[in-house]
């Protein structure tokens, strides 16, 4: 039942528009494989063969330390409301870092130069690949609302308290890996 496609088409685009959480998988050669919830109120889709999402802080940073080893990352989506389908989107991924002038241009372009309290990098997916699923077995789920949690925690923090928070928690993933978080040149 799987279909593939070498891009986005229109009807892939509003089922996207559509959802309210996808999924981010990457991994480095060795060490744990990454996969990551995410809102999709960061999401933005750049092109038929590329997306970004804004990056807000977490308990860790896997996913851009995976990207500095090993660009490969694969983004997918599934109804968890409406008509059920699975929606993965492989490629190579980025991290766009803050204060780099590719940060400022999609922050004005995508976000009015608006980044929420804790925004930490951007992620970009340049995909080859889409596919879609059934999703049968995905169970259905209402969706509510957005936690406040998130932008509760880093009101609370302030910026002074989120970079220390960086830097004490998201320098380096699980195995070790630097995620470059500081490294504004994104080697």
């Known amino acids: 039942m799987a279909k593939q ?14 959802q309210h959480m996808f999924f981010t998988a990457s991994a480095a050669p060795t060490g744990h494989v990454n996969v990551s919830p995410r809102s999709t109120d960061m999401f933005r889709i750049l092109g038929d063969n590329a997306v970004m999402y804004l990056d807000r802080t977490g308990s860790g940073n896997e996913t851009a330390a995976h990207l500095r080893i090993d660009p490969r990352l694969t983004i997918m989506f599934c109804a ?18 803050r204060g780099s002038t590719e940060y400022a241009q ?50 609370a923090k302030g910026e002074d308290g989120i970079e220390a928070y960086w830097r004490e928690k998201n320098q380096v993933s699980l195995d070790g890996f630097p995620t470059g978080l500081f490294d504004s040149a994104g080697s």
Not at 113 to 132: C, S
């Open 5 to 18: 496609f070498p891009s986005l088409e229109p009807h892939h685009h509003r089922y996207i528009e559509a």
């Open 80 to 97: 968890l409301e409406g008509p059920p389908l699975i929606m993965r989107l492989y490629g190579k991924g980025r991290v766009i870092h």
């Open 106 to 155: 999609l922050l004005a372009e995508h976000f009015d130069n608006d980044p929420p309290l804790g925004a930490r990098q951007m992620v970009h997916l340049d995909f080859d690949l889409v596919q879609t699923s059934c999703g049968y077995g995905v169970p259905l789920f209402d969706y509510r609302e957005e936690r406040p949690q998130m932008d509760q925690w880093a009101q």
